[in-house]
């Protein structure tokens, strides 16, 4: 993580869960794993948001909104500090694959071998590695964050799109 000040941080994060139709335990336990260590460690800075006066840490609510990522941000008194709408439409494609490759690779942890296990998971890292470069180039001039915290965005978002 970069050295930044403490306001430069996300506190709290939730996410729209009426967005989201039907979620397996694999899924479940990676949507928790990401909100945990998202708040635990990570570096956002809004740029309007700090523009315009409001400082962090902030707050969060992240849903998807006519295709388009809705990024509700509230500063460190409470007030609201902005919505920020991405279009996900660069995402679609690489989320698509990150599904199907981590269907795959949980369908192989209940009989696959370690081989074949490992090289899926080498699959899966990759393809969300992709996902997290695609998201910071979609968050450029926006939001200010690190490779870490984007990445863990990503996955929050790939929660969001699950549709069934």
Excluded at 26 to 38: H, N, Q, S, T, W
Excluded at 69 to 97: H, N, P, Y
């Amino acid at each position: 993580m970069l050295t930044t000040a403490p306001a430069d941080r996300i506190a709290r994060i939730s996410l729209d869960e009426s967005t989201i139709i039907a979620r397996n335990a694999d899924i479940e336990c990676e949507r928790e794993v990401a909100l945990r260590d998202l708040v635990q460690d990570n570096e956002f800075r809004p740029q309007r948001a700090v523009a315009d006066g409001h400082k962090g840490p902030w707050d969060l609510h992240l849903g998807v909104v006519d295709g388009m990522l809705a990024v509700q941000i509230r500063d460190g008194q409470g007030a609201d500090a902005g919505t920020i709408g991405l279009g996900l439409s660069r995402l679609r494609r690489v989320i698509r694959e990150y599904f199907a490759i981590c269907e795959s690779y949980y369908k192989a942890l209940r009989k696959a071998t370690a081989a074949e296990i490992e090289t899926l998971d080498m699959t899966r890292r990759a393809i969300h590695d992709r996902g997290t470069r695609h998201l910071l180039n979609i968050l450029e001039g926006k939001i200010v964050t690190d490779f870490d915290t984007a990445r863990r965005l990503f996955t929050l978002i790939c929660v969001l799109h699950i549709k069934a």
